[in-house]
């Protein structure tokens, strides 16, 4: 994991709400700009600290790479901005109580760098800045001022299993042991699709939670995440589930899971209305799982369930 600082000063209010980071790639004279080129250093699972109006008020986490788009709306901000730039996605949260760094320099300036810090001695931001690394240490001085630490936050990001999983898919193209057949069963296992569904079916009816049996209603579901399953995993129907689409979010997220007995283990981080709000609330168990399925659902249990 790395850490960066953004100065959100112009675009808070579009790219906080809308999931990303986006800055141009050149300076306007076309000349090299560290604070940009930063953007493409940037990896999932990545913590970002947004700064604005002299406060840290949100905190995010990368979900992808920086790929090349055009410019967002900003409305009348960054109208000088080139069309083309670096795009980051990312989720952030906001804070409850915005930190002012200004306040505790102090405790931060053991933890700066240099050239390329988002703050000066003084304690003012530093212009010109866009996108900013920062240290470890630097991180865990501000979230300590927020009263939570770097653990907490980590424990609670959201998931980065998309990036994972498009990194093996670029991988399992460019395999040469196995065949452009299986290579596509491969692939469709990763979207719950084609063979591996099929073999799902073969041991689960419906949606465990929901009791929905519609089948193209339902997702099928790896318990053992695909892009860390061997190739006879991604296509075992032992590691599946047939799930609606509002509880695979959760159970692909690690916001539920399941004890081998049925028992249904519901994550405290996911807020306490969204249970009933969605039919959830009511199911405690539901029913026990063969042998082979409760292998995977220990291996979820252990590396993707979030108890919170």
């Known amino acids: 994991m790395r850490y960066w600082w953004v100065n959100q000063n112009q675009t808070y209010k579009h ?16 000349s090299r700009n560290q604070f940009y080129v930063n953007m493409t250093e940037v990896a999932p699972g990545d913590l ?7 406060r ?26 080139e069309k083309e730039g670096w795009f980051v996605p990312a989720e952030f949260e906001v804070v409850s109580d915005p930190v002012r760094p200004k306040d505790f320099i102090a405790d931060l300036l053991p933890h700066l760098r240099g050239k390329y810090d988002p703050l000066q001695r003084s304690g003012d931001g530093n212009q010109g800045v866009y996108l900013a690394e920062v240290s470890e240490g630097f991180v865990r001085v501000i979230l300590g001022r927020m009263g939570t ?9 959201v998931n980065i299993g998309d990036a994972d999983d498009d990194r093996e898919e670029v991988a399992l193209e460019g395999r040469t042991d196995i065949g452009e057949t299986q290579k596509r069963q491969l692939v469709q296992a990763r979207r719950g699709q084609g063979i591996f569904k099929a073999n799902v079916r073969l041991n689960e009816k419906r949606c465990r939670l929901t009791g929905i049996t519609d089948q193209t209603l339902l997702i099928a579901s790896h318990i053992k995440p695909w892009s860390k399953s061997s190739d006879f995993e991604k296509l075992d129907g032992c590691n599946g589930l047939l799930l609606s689409p509002h509880v695979d979010r959760l159970f692909d997220r690690g916001l539920i899971s399941f004890d081998d007995d049925g028992t249904v283990l519901r994550s405290r981080l996911v807020a306490a209305d969204i ?19 409760s292998s995977y659902l220990a291996y979820h249990r252990k590396h993707l369930f979030k108890p919170g």
């Open 15 to 30: 790219e906080v709400p809308g999931g990303f980071l986006w800055s141009p790639k050149v300076n306007r004279n076309g």
């Open 56 to 81: 840290i008020k949100a905190i995010g986490i990368a979900t992808g790479p920086a790929v090349s788009a055009d410019k967002p709306d900003f409305g009348s901000a960054g109208a000088y901005w």
């Open 149 to 157: 630490t770097l653990e907490a936050v980590v424990a609670n990001e």
């Open 275 to 293: 249970w009933p709000a969605w039919g959830l609330h009511a199911v405690a168990n539901v029913g026990t799982f063969s042998s082979k399925q």
């Open 48 to 54: 970002i600290l947004s700064f604005c109006d002299t």
